[in-house]
């Protein structure tokens, strides 16, 4: 029997090429024939790591004819999520920021061959937006079923708190394994069974039962010393924001100055080798400390302690560092192999990956 032709896929809002992997890693034979992403830096990162440089340049410019010649058979779309964060203006689709998004779907109604497959990305707050509507009356139009999650890798064993939202689209002639659960938001796949107590139909679950069935960050850290010293860098020039601290301090590693952690301690997420959970790492992380990641303990023999039981003292102790790409990118991508560029800033790195 004839091998059929791969999939041919689009990856719009490409980054460094984190959709493309998880293709790449989930085994379905698929060839991203074209990606799209209007930030240099990320493209660079991108062309470095797959041999393959963006389409740079503003998504509101495309046609449905540019799209068409493509005959793609999958798109996989992550657009900018600054429009629906809950710490953001929630501008929704009047955000600018939206509008190439908005674009999309508006060329998917006038296309001749319009894709078959559809895979959305966003931050939780999109499922509640004006845009979350426009995308599903548009699917609809097009005669497409859709699945919709709230899922964190905590679900899968990963000790990074990150919920984030995700829209499977497929047309109607191409049936999903379980359609039972066809034009639901569910924030547990019902395939996936963690604990075995836990019945399928349980589709709410709570991140601290999640922390019981996580692997501890040891083991997904480099297997290095976790008290090594790695490349130096400088830090400096930070402006502040909004309930957020900046870290105007240079330092010739990644480990926290004492300086630091004696002024803004109590505002750091402090985990260690056996916490089985760290926060989101944001843009701002390694710039600012409050909400924007965790840094990691890395004096040994050092029992976890919940940080409101922390003297001063004990702070100054612990051998608190930042989290690098090398140490932190297994979160960011749940996967050791990702192929970080060594030529970019690790915060530059992080932002693109988180």
Request: aromatic letters at 10%; one cysteine or more; proline letters at 7%.
């Amino acid at each position: 029997m004839e091998t059929p032709p791969p999939w041919r896929v689009l990856e719009f809002y490409s980054g460094i090429g984190g959709m493309r992997y998880a293709l790449a890693s989930s085994g379905v034979r698929a060839e991203v024939v074209e990606a799209f992403d209007i930030n240099d830096v990320a493209n660079d990162v991108y062309e470095h790591n797959f041999g393959h440089r963006p389409c740079q340049g503003n998504i509101q410019t495309l046609t449905a004819g540019d799209l068409d010649k493509y005959q793609a058979h999958a798109w996989l779309l992550s657009p900018p999520c600054q429009p629906y964060t809950r710490q953001g203006l929630q501008k929704h689709s009047a955000d600018a920021r939206a509008f190439s998004f908005i674009k999309i779907l508006n060329l998917m109604q006038n296309m001749s061959f319009p894709p078959q497959m559809l895979f959305v990305e966003n931050v939780v707050g999109f499922e509640v937006s004006d845009t979350h509507d426009q995308l599903l009356a548009v699917l609809s139009t097009l005669n497409f079923n859709t699945q919709e999650f709230i899922l964190s890798p905590l679900q899968f064993g990963v000790p990074y708190s990150r919920p984030r939202y995700f829209c499977l689209a497929k047309q109607e002639s191409m049936c999903f394994p379980n359609s039972s659960v066809n034009d639901k938001l569910l924030r547990t796949p019902t395939c996936l069974t963690l604990n075995t107590t836990r019945t399928q139909n349980s589709y709410d679950q709570n991140e601290d039962d999640l922390e019981v069935v996580c692997n501890p960050i040891r083991n997904f850290l480099e297997a290095q010393s976790i008290g090594d010293k790695e490349c130096s860098a400088i830090i400096s020039d930070f402006k502040e924001a909004d309930e957020c601290t900046p870290i105007e301090t240079a330092s010739h590693d990644y480990t926290v100055p004492l300086n630091l952690i004696e002024r803004w301690g109590n505002a750091m997420d402090i985990v260690y080798p056996e916490s089985k959970r760290c926060c989101c790492f944001t843009k701002s992380y390694y710039c600012y400390v409050k909400g924007t990641g965790s840094v990691l303990v890395t004096s040994k023999n050092l029992k976890p302690v919940p940080k409101e039981n922390l003297e001063m003292s004990s702070l100054n102790e612990l051998g608190l560092r930042f989290f690098t790409p090398q140490r932190g990118r297994k979160f960011a991508f749940i996967s050791p192999e990702f192929p970080f560029s060594g030529s970019h800033k690790p915060q530059t790195t992080v932002c693109h990956a988180g």
